[in-house]
Antibody, heavy 120, light 106 residues
Framework: QVQLQESGPGLVKPSETLSLTCTVS??????????CNWIRQPPGKGLEWIGS???????SYNPSLKSRVSISVDMSKNQFSLKLSSVTAADTAIYYC????????????WGQGTLVTVSS | SYELTQPLSVSVALGQTARITCGGN??????VHWYQQKPGQAPVLVIY???NRPSGIPERISGFNSGITATLTISRAQAGDEADYYC?????????FGGGTKVTVL
């Protein structure tokens, strides 16, 4: 059974960098069949795709966040990570990691999500 | 950038049929996927590639992509179907979500 688990600080100060890690079990981030994705959801709002990474290191980002986002993968730990710089209150959200299938480009497994609040 | 349009809300009587639409430019050319999200939970994939159900999703939930809109249909609606539903496509190397539809079972 594939499981994804987000981890990282729940509180980040404005202008600082948000850092989260997704640990994958029951599957491999080095599989060529999947993308590793980050998605967020502000309180009471809809889903927003942040970006994805392929095992080769190839990345794709939401154009609206591209200048502030970096996603990386650590195959030795079976993890992938998100960094979002220069955060503001508008970045307060539940952050999800999810596995994306290459055949069809859908998200078949999601983490439970972690709330990150941006506040001083 | 590609945009998907969903109604904000849909209401359905218990036991009846709910239909949720998802509109986008030439959407027929895309694979449309649907997610169900209940309060306080992560989204769950309920339909992939227009009309395929993952294991464990009941046959009452179905999808169709006609070319003008994609539609998620919930037949014989139950109280447990109350949730937000999101459509999603892949376009120009990005995953795009619709704004979400809140389904209320009356």
């Amino acid at each position: 059974q594939v499981q994804l688990q987000e981890s990282g600080p729940g509180l980040v100060k404005p202008s600082e960098t948000l850092s989260l890690t997704c640990t994958v079990s029951g599957g491999s981030v080095s599989s060529g069949s999947y993308y590793c994705n980050w998605i967020r959801q502000p309180p009471g709002k809809g889903l927003e795709w942040i970006g994805s990474i392929y095992y080769s290191g190839s990345t794709s980002y939401n154009p609206s966040l591209k200048s502030r986002v970096s996603i990386s993968v650590d195959m030795s730990k079976n993890q992938f990570s998100l960094k979002l710089s220069s955060v503001t209150a508008a970045d307060t959200a539940i952050y999800y990691c999810a596995r994306g299938r290459i055949q069809g480009y859908f998200l078949d497994y999601w983490g439970q999500g972690t709330l990150v609040t941006v506040s001083s | 950038s590609y945009e998907l349009t969903q109604p904000l809300s849909v209401s359905v009587a218990l036991g009846q049929t709910a239909r949720i639409t998802c509109g986008g430019n030439n959407i027929r050319s895309k694979n449309v996927h649907w997610y169900q999200q209940k309060p306080g939970q992560a989204p769950v994939l309920v339909i992939y590639r227009d009309n395929n159900r993952p294991s464990g999703i009941p046959e009452r939930i179905s999808g169709f992509n006609s070319g003008i809109t994609a539609t998620l249909t919930i037949s014989r609606a139950q109280a447990g179907d109350e949730a937000d539903y999101y459509c999603q496509v892949w376009d120009s190397s990005t995953w795009v979500f619709g704004g979400g539809t809140k389904v209320t079972v009356l």
